[in-house]
């Protein structure tokens, strides 16, 4: 596109000259990041000062300039690159660690610190920041929240969701907002981490920190099998022990490392399981002692705890020379990222070799045994197109094959525009549509990192949702109908909360608690179901959840805002929307970065935004610490809220309980 | 794969050499896939965080290039920040999984574009030290005279050095040692050379540095003292390695050639050949690939690269040195940052210091390799001064490097910035 004379004059105005770069080559320099995508940009602006970003957004959007923001560029999504031209904003000087709390366990800073600086930084402070994606010496926080980057210790610890406190954010307009973790409300800092920069530019982080672990232990232990492997990890968690890291890989794999980096991975078992407890070191003692357990009782072959220091790092030698075997032997890695229900991790790697097989690609197989996440690094050279295409082929059939498991087509590394056009198939078209009614009330003029995520034709493209049947048929339909005569209801549960006389869409009919899967731990309950059935139910089959047994709803204690700490534990979501379409997003996924986190979005939302009728969330075999409510507080509508609500219910079908309503 | 463009100029090298053996130059720009992983421990990006200034941006310069997709020019600004600004230092390369040897592809860039970094005085008395050694050896002790009388500082004085083209002379003139003692010849027991060997061959020869025959004398002592007697002692002999790095590639190729014939000569070439230097170390070692394309000499160039030994196959480190100071070693090098001299140099550090030896983060810069100094004046200052940043915030009393150019250099900012500290080369690291 044509860059304005005037628009140019103005950013090197704000920025200076030497900021904003126009040359071909500057341009084609940064139309790449470490994906297959490219997209020339027609400007690249170097911001030197957080400040500086608000006020060219604001040139950008007068003149009507898309622009996406660019950090270190690691992401494997192609989601820095410009396909529509626009401006790339250089973040990467934005480098400075503001503030460190170690009182009240936080950090500021700027988006473009590398994520490795910081955890440099906080070391000697005997603190850690736990996200810790493999890219962490050249990925920077700012990339990582707009990915949702997570790494080895995400199963104990969380992604990068789970560690953003509050966060600076320069909207696509120019207008600046701070968001922090409120209790009502939606989580807007979980709608933005993921969000691949479409919905704005974060410009300043605030991140948890936590007291580095007293002591670490790790070992290195074979299976038989990829589902002996999977399973006692399964047990493990199911036990009660969460470590820190389980890396695993298949045979494969480890003969490809042990021959290059000769770490002392065995080479004769089907799977090799790097696993890293952390604790009190009196508490580490019985958690090893249940490691050992399952690992007998899962027909482990050898059982290699590293001694000091030097063996656990040849041990971990070995698992970082995954990337490095393959990056010599092709000119390209492409690292795949998917995942699945753990239990369906055996099933689903060997339909990946299966695959890669079948369509003759080389790749090695890697997987976080812990989160069911897993990452075929398939090897060749993009300069052989036909090539090529097999690799686009393999990788297809991939993402189908966690499709059709329960999966979703990314655990971590975002969708940008090389899985943009696979979204159909995860996701219909009513929750498409959602993404897209979010991205418009964010971006009205679709100039934060245009094209990313959604598929422009997904109206045309995406499947429909299966029809829905009794009750839910029912709400819809009530929905559908409210709307039409443009009349408000108001959900609720037990009504316990705000006690409203208005007009009420009950839940109370949606009370079948679908599964409690044991494998998984993950409970799939419908939102009328009250509290103190699903804990009774639950402890009945010996498992806990973080719920407490009081009165009301699952439904209510997920919207009211009462129990913020919950939302963490949830995985998967479904709601009724105003037009009674029924949007579905998650399941039985310790990870997803495939598209704005719906979760978040309804979470604490009072039922503003639309009626949740399904909740996925873990469960634990042992008891665990409840979660006590807080007392409720009326929804702040913020503008941010206002946006969304007239994108997402512009004629007010789901009112706010206390509110007027026609 | 061969590239789209073929050149076989003369100008050009055949083969780059990477982990994975030999590959031609657009196979090996091919491996860089974009990671990203080298950016943050670039010095220059560090300064100057853009993809314009960065490892990856000079891969995919070069690969756009090769592929015919831009028209390089000297003209073109952004390329030549590209190419003008890369110190050559290799800590991409240390952090890239596919081992993308970067520094060589812009040595090959600027080749390509016949492109000099060097001020021009500057490259021609260098060059003078392969090219006519009587001729340099005068003018270097002329240099000498004239500082001892004061020149350089009255220049300094009149600001004649703030003039863009003398500002390398201030710098050197800071570099060098107040009193430069050439090594004079009678130190090493050359005269007597022929009839000693005549009774015990020869168990190595010694290719001391420039700088340890111009500058460091002490350094071509202590080197000379630990190495397997008696040693075959190499005055005067460039290696090529400065006209490989700022210049000409067909001129380098002929005085390694003329090395590689004097080694095959001496014991039938079957003598290691020793160096105090890391920079002339990595640079013969790489003898393979620097006569790529010449069919008559690839062989012998491998033959004679695998005689090639640096001073810390040589240097004992058996019990630790009573000191409760700090100390670390600066890797600054071209090139390259790891393999076996640095490996051993940490082991030696570690066994004689024990804790006291402090390791660095990954981010931490070192001192820009080979007199890079000398090209960048301002982004070259920025660097310096992280480096020394470094040693003042671990409290470090001694930085051992692996070139006496580099320890002179070190010297020139602690002296400027942090006097506590002193630099030294590894081989007085038991003094
Ligand atoms: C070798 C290697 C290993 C990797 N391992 C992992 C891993 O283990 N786990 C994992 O999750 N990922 C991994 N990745 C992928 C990648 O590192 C992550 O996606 C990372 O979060 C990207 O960060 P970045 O700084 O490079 O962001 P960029 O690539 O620069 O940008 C990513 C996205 O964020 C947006 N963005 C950047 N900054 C901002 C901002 N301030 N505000 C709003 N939007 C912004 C951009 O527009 C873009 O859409 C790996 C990559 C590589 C190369
Ligand atoms: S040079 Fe290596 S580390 Fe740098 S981008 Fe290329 S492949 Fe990655
Ligand atoms: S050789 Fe050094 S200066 Fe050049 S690109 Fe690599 S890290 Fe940067």
Redesign the interface.
């Known amino acids: 596109m044509l860059i304005p004379l005037e628009a140019k004059l103005a950013l090197k105005q704000e920025v200076g000259s030497s900021n904003v ?1 126009t ?4 341009l ?3 139309s ?3 994906s297959l995508s490219r997209g020339k940009p027609d400007l ?1 602006i ?1 911001v030197e000062r957080t400040e500086q970003v608000a006020a060219i957004v604001k040139i950008l959007y007068k003149f009507h300039i898309p622009f996406v923001a660019r950090s ?3 992401n494997h999504a192609g989601s820095c690159s410009a396909p529509s031209g626009g401006a790339i904003l ?1 973040l ?2 934005l ?1 400075h660690i503001i503030e460190i709390d170690t009182k009240n366990q936080c950090a500021w800073v700027e988006p ?1 610190v ?1 994520t ?2 910081l955890q ?1 930084d906080l070391r000697p402070l005997g603190f850690f920041y736990a996200p810790d994606p493999a ?1 962490s ?3 920077t926080i700012g990339g990582n929240m707009a990915q949702n980057a997570s790494g080895a210790r995400c199963l104990k610890y969380g992604g990068t969701l789970d560690h953003i406190l509050a966060a600076e954010v320069v909207l696509p307009n120019g207008e600046t907002l701070l968001l922090e973790r409120k209790t009502t409300g939606p989580d807007w800092i979980g709608v933005l981490t993921g969000s691949e920069g479409t919905l704005g530019i974060v410009t300043r982080i605030k991140v948890k920190i936590l007291p580095l672990p007293v002591t670490v232990k790790t070992y290195l232990i074979t299976f038989p099998s990829l589902e002996s492997c999977v399973q006692a990890v399964s047990d493990l968690v199911a036990r009660g022990v969460i470590a820190r890291c389980m890396e695993a890989m298949d045979q494969l794999t480890a003969r490809a490392i042990e021959s290059f980096a000769r770490a002392g991975y065995p080479i004769d078992a089907q799977a090799v399981l790097l696993l890293e407890l952390d604790n009190a070191p009196e508490l580490l003692g019985q958690e090893e002692k249940i490691l050992q357990a399952v690992c007998r009782a899962n027909q482990a072959q050898q059982f290699i705890p590293a001694n000091n220091e030097e063996e656990r790092a040849r041990l971990w030698r070995g698992r970082r020379a995954a ?2 075997v393959m ?7 492409l690292v795949c990222d998917g995942t699945v229900p753990r239990s369906q991790l055996p099933r689903t790697l060997l339909q990946v070799r299966e695959i890669l097989h079948r369509h003759q690609v080389k790749a090695s197989l890697l997987f976080h045994a812990g989160d069911g996440n897993f990452h075929p690094q398939i090897i060749f ?1 993009e ?2 197109t036909v090539r090529t295409n097999q690799v686009r082929q393999a990788v297809h059939g991939i993402l189908q094959s966690c499709i059709e498991q329960g999966g979703t087509i990314s655990g971590e590394h975002g969708i940008g525009l090389e899985k943009r056009d696979r979204m159909i198939y995860l996701y219909s078209r009513a929750t498409l549509d959602l993404f897209a009614r979010i991205k418009r009330a964010f971006d009205p003029e679709g100039l934060a990192n245009p094209l990313k995520i959604i598929p422009p034709d997904y109206l045309k493209t995406a499947g429909t949702t299966a029809p829905l049947t009794g009750e839910l048929l029912q709400l819809s339909e009530q929905i559908k109908k409210a709307q039409q005569e443009r009349r408000s209801v108001v959900v609720t549960g037990r009504n316990l909360v705000f006690q409203t006389t208005k007009p009420a869409l009950s839940t109370l009919g949606l009370n079948r608690i679908i599964h409690i899967d044991l494998t998984n731990y993950m409970v799939m309950a419908q939102a009328g179901v009250p509290l103190h059935t699903l804990v009774q139910t639950l402890r009945s089959h010996g498992v806990y959840s973080v719920l407490p047994d009081l009165p009301g709803t699952l439904g209510g204690a997920f919207s009211s805002g009462c129990f913020p700490g919950f939302y963490a534990h949830v995985t998967g979501i479904r709601a009724l929307l105003a037009d009674g379409s029924s949007v579905r997003y998650g399941g039985k996924l310790t990870k997803n970065a495939a598209g704005y986190n719906l979760i978040r979005l309804f979470a604490g939302a009072q039922g503003t935004l639309g009626m949740v009728t399904e909740l996925t969330f873990k469960i634990y075999a042992l008891p665990c610490t409840v979660l006590s409510p807080l007392p409720a507080q009326p929804l702040v509508k913020s503008p941010l809220w206002n946006a969304v609500k007239r994108e997402v219910d512009p004629y007010n079908v789901f009112a706010w309980p206390q509110e007027e309503t026609r | ?1 061969t590239s789209p463009k073929t050149d076989t100029s003369m100008h050009q090298l055949h083969q780059i050499h990477t ?2 053996g030999e590959r031609n130059l657009y ?1 090996s720009v ?11 421990v670039c010095p220059i990006y560090q300064i100057l ?4 200034t960065s490892p990856r ?1 000079r891969n ?2 070069l690969r ?1 290039w090769l592929e015919q ?2 028209k390089p020019s000297l003209a ?4 030549l920040a ?1 190419l003008e600004s890369c110190t050559l230092c290799g800590r991409c390369k240390q ?5 993308i040897p970067t520094a060589e592809h812009v040595l090959e860039m600027r080749r390509m574009l016949r492109l000099s970094v060097l001020p021009s005085f500057l490259q021609s008395f260098l060059q003078l030290r392969g090219s006519h050694p009587f001729l340099f050896s005068l003018v270097a002790r002329l240099g000498i005279f004239l500082r001892k009388v004061h020149l350089i500082q009255i220049m300094r004085t009149l600001r004649i050095t703030r003039l863009s083209a003398f500002k390398w002379l201030a710098r050197l003139d800071d570099l060098l040692p107040e009193q430069v003692v050439p090594l004079e010849r009678k130190f090493f027991p050359v005269v007597k050379q022929a009839a000693r060997f005549a009774v015990t061959p020869p168990a190595c020869i010694y290719l001391p540095s420039l700088e340890a025959e111009w500058i460091l004398p002490q350094l071509a002592r202590d080197t000379y003292k630990l190495l397997p007697q008696p040693v075959l002692v190499w005055r005067h002999t460039a290696s090529g390695l400065f006209e490989y790095v700022y210049g000409d590639l067909a001129r380098s190729r002929r005085l390694l050639c003329r090395l590689i014939e004097r080694h095959e000569r001496t014991e039938n070439g079957k003598l290691p050949l020793v160096t105090d230097s890391i920079d002339v170390y990595l640079f013969l070692t790489r003898a393979g690939q620097v006569l790529s394309g010449q069919p008559a000499w690839e062989e012998r160039a491998r033959r004679f690269a695998a005689q090639i030994r640096f001073v810390t196959d040589y240097l004992p480190a058996t019990e630790k040195v009573p000191s409760r100071q700090r100390v670390q070693l600066e890797c600054g090098a071209l090139f390259e940052r790891q393999g076996k001299p640095f490996t051993q140099a940490r082991q030696i550090l570690s066994t004689l210091f024990g804790k006291n030896f402090v390791q660095c ?3 931490d810069t070192d001192i820009p390799a080979f007199g890079y100094g000398f090209t960048l004046h301002n982004r070259a200052a920025e660097i310096d001064f992280k480096t020394v940043a470094k040693i003042a915030r671990t409290k470090t009393k001694s930085v051992f490097t692996l070139s006496g150019l580099a320890a002179l250099e070190m010297n020139r900012l602690l002296k400027q910035f942090y006097p506590a500290a002193e630099a030294k080369h590894i081989v007085h690291a038991k003094r």
Do not use: F, W
Not at chain 1, 23 to 26: H, P, Q, R, Y
Not at chain 1, 327 to 333: F, H, I, Q, Y
């Open positions: 770069q040359d071909e080559l500057a084609l320099l940064n790449y990041d470490c690249v170097t270190a560029a690691t250089n990467a000087p480098n473009g590398i490795e600086q440099h890219s010496k050249a990925c990337y490095a990056a010599r032997l092709a000119p390209n890695v050279d300069r052989d | 794969m982990a994975m196979d091919s491996y860089c896939n974009r990671c990203g992983m080298c950016a943050p965080p853009r993809e314009t941006g995919q310069l756009l997709k831009i073109d600004k952004t390329l590209l952090m890239c999984a596919g081992d983060s990954y981010t």
